[in-house]
Protein backbone atom coordinates (compact mmCIF):
# COMPACT_ATOMS: atom_id res chain seq x y z
CA UNK A 1 0.00 0.00 0.00
CA UNK A 2 1.64 3.20 -1.53
CA UNK A 3 -1.61 5.63 -0.63
CA UNK A 4 -2.40 8.11 1.96
CA UNK A 5 -5.97 7.79 1.98
CA UNK A 6 -8.26 10.99 2.87
CA UNK A 7 -11.99 10.91 3.51
CA UNK A 8 -14.57 12.58 2.96
CA UNK A 9 -13.58 13.59 0.03
CA UNK A 10 -16.20 16.44 0.07
CA UNK A 11 -17.44 18.29 3.20
CA UNK A 12 -20.09 21.09 3.00
CA UNK A 13 -20.87 21.90 7.18
CA UNK A 14 -22.28 24.80 8.63
CA UNK A 15 -20.54 27.26 10.97
CA UNK A 16 -21.90 25.93 13.69
CA UNK A 17 -21.35 22.00 13.31
CA UNK A 18 -18.46 19.49 14.31
CA UNK A 19 -16.43 17.52 12.06
CA UNK A 20 -13.44 15.54 11.42
CA UNK A 21 -11.09 15.19 8.29
CA UNK A 22 -9.65 11.41 8.34
CA UNK A 23 -6.37 10.71 7.04
CA UNK A 24 -4.77 7.36 6.85
CA UNK A 25 -1.26 5.95 5.70
CA UNK A 26 0.00 2.11 5.75
CA UNK A 27 3.70 2.61 4.86
CA UNK A 28 5.51 2.91 8.14
CA UNK A 29 5.47 6.75 7.92
CA UNK A 30 6.63 8.00 10.85
CA UNK A 31 6.05 11.94 10.11
CA UNK A 32 2.31 13.27 8.79
CA UNK A 33 1.29 16.75 7.77
CA UNK A 34 -1.83 18.47 7.55
CA UNK A 35 -2.22 21.59 4.65
CA UNK A 36 -4.36 23.91 3.45
CA UNK A 37 -4.51 25.40 0.04
CA UNK A 38 -6.57 27.78 -1.27
CA UNK A 39 -7.45 27.59 -5.12
CA UNK A 40 -4.59 29.09 -7.02
CA UNK A 41 -1.96 28.77 -4.20
CA UNK A 42 0.19 26.11 -2.92
CA UNK A 43 -0.42 24.48 -0.14
CA UNK A 44 0.26 26.07 3.49
CA UNK A 45 1.64 24.13 6.21
CA UNK A 46 -0.82 23.65 9.17
CA UNK A 47 0.37 20.63 11.53
CA UNK A 48 3.25 18.42 11.73
CA UNK A 49 3.26 15.14 13.61
CA UNK A 50 6.37 13.28 14.09
CA UNK A 51 6.40 10.01 15.25
CA UNK A 52 2.96 10.76 16.64
CA UNK A 53 3.70 13.86 18.85
CA UNK A 54 2.76 17.53 17.13
CA UNK A 55 6.19 19.21 16.35
CA UNK A 56 4.84 21.81 14.28
CA UNK A 57 1.75 24.21 14.70
CA UNK A 58 1.93 26.88 12.50
CA UNK A 59 -0.09 29.77 14.66
CA UNK A 60 -3.69 28.10 13.28
CA UNK A 61 -6.50 29.09 14.88
CA UNK A 62 -8.12 26.69 17.86
CA UNK A 63 -11.09 25.89 15.49
CA UNK A 64 -8.73 23.11 13.98
CA UNK A 65 -7.77 20.43 16.32
CA UNK A 66 -5.11 17.79 14.91
CA UNK A 67 -4.94 14.36 16.65
CA UNK A 68 -3.06 11.27 16.01
CA UNK A 69 -4.19 8.18 17.57
CA UNK A 70 -1.69 5.75 16.25
CA UNK A 71 1.22 5.70 13.47
CA UNK A 72 -1.24 4.96 10.71
CA UNK A 73 -3.79 7.58 11.26
CA UNK A 74 -4.03 11.52 11.54
CA UNK A 75 -7.34 13.19 12.16
CA UNK A 76 -7.98 17.08 11.74
CA UNK A 77 -11.51 18.61 14.20
CA UNK A 78 -13.16 20.69 13.01
CA UNK A 79 -15.38 23.29 15.22
CA UNK A 80 -17.05 26.93 14.62
CA UNK A 81 -15.27 26.98 11.17
CA UNK A 82 -15.71 30.24 9.24
CA UNK A 83 -16.71 30.39 5.54
CA UNK A 84 -13.12 31.84 4.62
CA UNK A 85 -11.83 28.45 5.94
CA UNK A 86 -13.58 26.70 3.02
CA UNK A 87 -10.12 25.08 1.38
CA UNK A 88 -8.79 22.07 -0.15
CA UNK A 89 -7.21 20.42 3.14
CA UNK A 90 -4.32 17.90 1.90
CA UNK A 91 -2.76 15.04 3.93
CA UNK A 92 0.89 14.03 3.78
CA UNK A 93 3.27 11.46 4.90
CA UNK A 94 6.80 11.12 4.69
CA UNK A 95 9.75 8.61 6.07
CA UNK A 96 11.64 10.25 8.86
CA UNK A 97 15.20 9.34 7.29
CA UNK A 98 13.84 10.91 4.06
CA UNK A 99 13.97 8.68 1.59
CA UNK A 100 15.59 10.16 -1.71
CA UNK A 101 13.37 7.56 -3.87
CA UNK A 102 9.97 8.67 -2.64
CA UNK A 103 10.09 12.27 -1.93
CA UNK A 104 6.69 12.47 0.59
CA UNK A 105 3.18 11.29 -0.10
CA UNK A 106 -0.17 13.57 -0.30
CA UNK A 107 -3.85 12.29 -0.26
CA UNK A 108 -6.23 13.15 -2.75
CA UNK A 109 -7.73 15.98 -0.06
CA UNK A 110 -10.48 16.83 1.42
CA UNK A 111 -12.27 19.71 -0.44
CA UNK A 112 -14.58 21.44 2.65
CA UNK A 113 -17.08 24.28 1.76
CA UNK A 114 -18.38 26.21 4.98
CA UNK A 115 -21.69 28.13 4.70
CA UNK B 1 12.21 34.11 7.13
CA UNK B 2 12.95 31.06 5.13
CA UNK B 3 11.38 31.69 1.26
CA UNK B 4 11.23 29.66 -2.27
CA UNK B 5 10.90 31.63 -5.26
CA UNK B 6 9.67 30.23 -8.65
CA UNK B 7 9.43 31.58 -11.65
CA UNK B 8 8.29 32.50 -14.02
CA UNK B 9 4.50 32.57 -12.12
CA UNK B 10 3.19 31.22 -15.54
CA UNK B 11 4.10 30.36 -19.26
CA UNK B 12 1.96 29.15 -21.74
CA UNK B 13 3.99 27.50 -24.82
CA UNK B 14 3.25 25.08 -27.92
CA UNK B 15 3.47 21.45 -28.05
CA UNK B 16 7.20 20.37 -28.90
CA UNK B 17 8.75 23.66 -26.81
CA UNK B 18 11.36 23.02 -23.87
CA UNK B 19 10.41 24.65 -21.10
CA UNK B 20 12.92 25.70 -18.13
CA UNK B 21 11.12 26.38 -14.50
CA UNK B 22 13.25 28.51 -11.50
CA UNK B 23 13.00 27.54 -8.45
CA UNK B 24 15.41 29.63 -5.74
CA UNK B 25 15.25 29.27 -2.17
CA UNK B 26 16.78 30.85 1.00
CA UNK B 27 16.30 28.24 4.26
CA UNK B 28 18.19 27.81 7.16
CA UNK B 29 19.52 24.06 7.60
CA UNK B 30 18.53 22.89 4.07
CA UNK B 31 18.13 19.06 3.70
CA UNK B 32 16.47 18.66 0.46
CA UNK B 33 14.09 20.34 -2.63
CA UNK B 34 11.70 18.56 -4.28
CA UNK B 35 9.18 18.96 -7.06
CA UNK B 36 5.70 18.65 -7.65
CA UNK B 37 3.63 18.47 -10.49
CA UNK B 38 -0.16 19.72 -9.47
CA UNK B 39 -3.12 19.15 -11.77
CA UNK B 40 -7.23 19.01 -10.22
CA UNK B 41 -6.14 17.44 -6.97
CA UNK B 42 -3.31 16.89 -4.89
CA UNK B 43 0.81 17.26 -5.81
CA UNK B 44 2.37 14.69 -7.84
CA UNK B 45 5.89 13.96 -6.67
CA UNK B 46 8.73 14.53 -9.43
CA UNK B 47 11.69 14.56 -7.89
CA UNK B 48 13.55 15.43 -4.38
CA UNK B 49 17.59 16.52 -5.11
CA UNK B 50 20.07 16.61 -2.32
CA UNK B 51 23.35 17.05 -3.86
CA UNK B 52 24.98 19.82 -6.31
CA UNK B 53 24.88 19.19 -9.78
CA UNK B 54 23.81 15.68 -10.10
CA UNK B 55 20.70 15.73 -12.66
CA UNK B 56 17.61 13.27 -12.38
CA UNK B 57 15.58 12.49 -15.64
CA UNK B 58 12.38 10.68 -16.12
CA UNK B 59 11.05 10.54 -19.11
CA UNK B 60 11.23 13.85 -21.12
CA UNK B 61 11.51 15.88 -17.56
CA UNK B 62 14.94 16.41 -15.62
CA UNK B 63 16.03 18.93 -12.93
CA UNK B 64 19.35 19.99 -10.97
CA UNK B 65 20.39 21.58 -7.79
CA UNK B 66 22.67 23.90 -7.52
CA UNK B 67 23.40 24.66 -3.36
CA UNK B 68 26.09 27.19 -3.78
CA UNK B 69 23.57 29.22 -5.77
CA UNK B 70 20.48 28.04 -4.37
CA UNK B 71 18.75 27.45 -6.59
CA UNK B 72 16.96 24.39 -8.74
CA UNK B 73 15.55 24.53 -12.48
CA UNK B 74 13.03 21.96 -13.67
CA UNK B 75 13.27 20.82 -17.48
CA UNK B 76 10.58 19.26 -19.75
CA UNK B 77 11.37 19.17 -23.40
CA UNK B 78 8.72 18.22 -25.94
CA UNK B 79 6.19 19.26 -24.34
CA UNK B 80 2.62 17.90 -24.35
CA UNK B 81 -1.28 18.79 -24.01
CA UNK B 82 -0.68 16.74 -20.88
CA UNK B 83 2.17 18.14 -19.03
CA UNK B 84 -0.21 21.54 -18.53
CA UNK B 85 -0.19 21.61 -14.59
CA UNK B 86 1.36 24.09 -11.33
CA UNK B 87 4.49 22.76 -10.84
CA UNK B 88 5.45 23.36 -7.35
CA UNK B 89 9.08 23.27 -5.87
CA UNK B 90 9.23 22.95 -1.94
CA UNK B 91 11.80 22.99 0.14
CA UNK B 92 12.69 20.80 2.88
CA UNK B 93 14.22 22.76 6.27
CA UNK B 94 15.62 21.23 9.71
CA UNK B 95 13.80 22.59 12.38
CA UNK B 96 14.39 21.45 16.15
CA UNK B 97 12.96 18.05 16.49
CA UNK B 98 11.80 17.25 13.19
CA UNK B 99 11.60 18.78 9.33
CA UNK B 100 9.13 20.65 7.70
CA UNK B 101 8.56 21.59 3.76
CA UNK B 102 8.06 25.57 2.32
CA UNK B 103 6.66 25.33 -0.58
CA UNK B 104 6.92 28.03 -3.52
CA UNK B 105 3.78 29.61 -5.01
CA UNK B 106 3.94 27.40 -7.89
CA UNK B 107 4.87 28.26 -12.01
CA UNK B 108 1.24 27.52 -13.47
CA UNK B 109 1.91 26.01 -17.60
CA UNK B 110 -0.20 25.65 -20.27
CA UNK B 111 1.04 23.43 -23.40
CA UNK B 112 -1.58 24.73 -26.40
CA UNK B 113 -1.77 22.02 -28.96
Known amino acids: DTEVTQTPKHLVMGMTNKKSLKCEQH?????MYWYKQKAKKPPELMFVYSYEKLSINESVPSRFSPECPNSSLLNLHLHALQPEDSALYLC??????????????FGSGTRLTVV | EDKVVQSPLSLVVHEGDTVTLNCSYEVTNFRSLLWYKQEKKAPTFLFML????IEKKSGRLSSILDKKELFSILNITATQTGDSAIYLC?????????????FGTGTRLKVLA
Open chain 1, 27 to 31: MGHRA
Open chain 2, 90 to 102: AVEALTPGTYKYI
Open chain 2, 50 to 53: TSSG
Open chain 1, 92 to 105: ASSQESGDPNYGYT
